[in-house]
Nanobody
């Protein structure tokens, strides 16, 4: 069973930066496509960024140029590095994983999910 644990959510001012981390249990982390999704209050969960098992990255238009999604296979961890944060980035951020999944940009493609971490951006 794969377990995902997110951390790093916080309250931050607009224009600030934050790094989320998602630690994944299991010995085959490098075979998983990893994604970040977010859900704002009263809205649907939406795609933010993905890094495939072979290192290809995808980003939602709303975060391109501001967010990056590096992974550290030695630490079984994927990150979401966020900069120039805006109030509209406020949401619960979820980490997700899919075994050998491509491209992993829709929720239905990813089988395992974390509990989420709250990011609040104040104006």
């Amino acid at each position: 069973q794969v377990q995902l644990v997110e951390s790093g959510g916080a309250l931050v001012q607009a224009g600030g930066s934050l790094r989320l981390a998602c630690a994944v249990s299991g010995r085959t982390f490098s075979s998983y496509t990893m994604g970040w999704f977010r859900q704002a209050p009263g809205k649907e969960r939406v795609f933010v960024a993905t890094i495939t098992y072979n290192g290809i990255t995808y980003y939602a238009d709303s975060v391109k140029g501001r967010f990056t999604i590096p992974r550290d296979n030695a630490k079984n961890t994927v990150y979401l590095q966020m900069s120039n944060l805006k109030p509209e980035d406020t949401a619960v951020y979820y980490c997700a994983a899919g075994y050998l999944t491509l491209p992993g940009t829709t929720a239905s493609q990813l089988n395992y999910w974390g509990q989420g971490t709250q990011v609040t951006v104040s104006s």
